[in-house]
């Protein structure tokens, strides 16, 4: 009996992952936008009707390709939500690495070598982790953290 999956049925779990993480982003944004703004604002809105469209898409054509294309836009539109709920806070250029891993894990629904796109998702990660602190150590010792953020 062999219980091994295949590329469709992976991506498929993959998927269901993605509709997870969009459900916490959407979440995120909203408690960013209630804490920072004092209430629901333009990131929330984005993240909730992008999470609407998910939860649609999910009831009405869950085990269609495109299903998979969604639930990677919507990701991608809830770390956007997040980006904007935190505009003008210090860590939002830390922010902005979010959007770079959640792109590498996107690409893995668009290619048919999924481990060399695993591979640059968690590259991205785990030096956006490492190097944010000693980045800002070094910008603030030469006083640049400002110009930095502007450029």
Known sequence: ?????????????AAIGLCAMSAVLAAAALGIDMVRWGGPGMASVL?????????????????QPAFRYLAVSVLMAQVMATLIA???????????????????????FMTSRPSWSGRRWWRCTIWGWACSGARWCFMAARGSIGSCCMR
Not at 1 to 13: C, D, K, S, V
Not at 87 to 103: E, I, S, T, Y
């Open 47 to 63: 993240a909730f009707a992008t999470l609407v469209a998910l939860v649609a898409g999910l009831a009405l054509f869950r085990h």
């Open 86 to 108: 935190m505009r003008g806070h210090p860590q939002q250029v830390d922010m902005h690495m979010a959007f770079f891993a959640a792109l590498a894990m996107c690409a893995c």
């Open 1 to 13: 009996m062999n219980h091994g999956m295949n590329l469709e049925q992976f991506r498929m779990q």
